[in-house]
């Protein structure tokens, strides 16, 4: 069974740092499109980072030299550095990827569960 697996939300005072992991497993061939968006109560979703291509990225105005987003590609794994954290960083943060299987042809979109980020003032 083919998932997006989501660890290292909680809570953290403003000014902190916290570092989500993504691991997609499962009979998987590749991955395109890795990263995180997020929601906040009241809100639409929203693309914080994703890994686009080896080497490319893409960045939420809003996190622009606060958050950095990697992958380890040995680990099918993605990771997202949040520095300088500040309260309207205050989400539920979701991993999405296409992924590529071994029983299926072309890519399909998955989400993650959901990790819970907070942070107080």
């Known amino acids: 069974q083919e998932q997006l697996v989501e660890s290292g939300g909680g809570l953290v005072q403003a000014g902190g740092s916290l570092r989500l992991s993504c691991a997609a497993t499962?009979?998987?061939?590749?991955?395109?499109?890795m990263g995180w968006y997020r929601q906040a109560p009241g809100k639409e979703r929203e693309l914080v980072a994703r890994?686009?291509?080896?080497?490319?990225?893409n960045y939420a105005d809003s996190v622009k030299g606060r958050f950095t987003i990697s992958g380890d590609n040995t680990k099918n794994t993605v990771y997202l550095q949040m520095n300088i954290l500040k309260p309207e960083d205050t989400a539920v943060y979701y991993c999405n990827a296409d992924l590529y299987g071994t029983t299926w042809n072309g890519p399909r979109n998955y989400w993650g569960q959901g990790t819970q980020v907070t942070v107080s003032s």
């Open positions: 499962g009979s998987i061939l590749g991955i395109k499109n």
């Open positions: 890994v686009t291509s080896p080497g490319s990225t």
